[in-house]
């Protein structure tokens, strides 16, 4: 089952401005996640403009249908942390669940985790 990464592309770290830096920090990274991911099936990446985490930049949330679903911050935009989300993104596309046991995390999303939210519910409440 895929597994979206959604890339918040408007976050800035806490040095962008003073960095004089042209592209925002979320825009680095989403173009990172967006090349490690690129020709998998089982991972997919989109931008949102964005996901309302600004004192914990860079944000990006991590969501398969049904399962549970992850926001994760405080990344500097690298290839190694782009790495490193592709995998996790990857390791929650194979769980049923989209719990990926803790032994399993690669260590690039360690400290990451922000929030976890349950998977809507399958029927609707009368």
Not at 27 to 32: D, G, I, K, S, T
Not at 42 to 49: A, I, L, M, P, Q
Not at 104 to 111: A, E, H
Request: charge should be negative; charged fraction near 25%; proline fraction near 5%.
């Amino acid at each position: 089952m895929t597994t979206w990464i959604t890339v918040c592309d408007t976050c800035k770290t806490e040095d962008w401005e003073a960095s004089g830096r042209e592209q925002k920090d979320g825009e680095v990274l989403a173009e990172l996640v967006e090349a490690c991911a690129s020709g998998r099936a089982d991972v997919k990446t989109r931008r949102v403009s964005c996901l309302m985490g600004c004192n914990q930049a860079c944000n990006i949330a991590i969501q398969g249908e049904g399962k549970l679903a992850y926001t994760l911050g405080r990344f500097d935009p690298t290839e190694e942390a782009a790495a490193a989300i592709v995998e996790y993104a990857a390791l929650h596309a194979d769980s049923k669940s989209g719990q990926v046991p803790f032994r399993q995390w690669p260590q690039g999303v360690k400290g990451h985790f922000v929030t976890r939210h349950p998977p809507l519910p399958t029927d609707e409440a009368e």
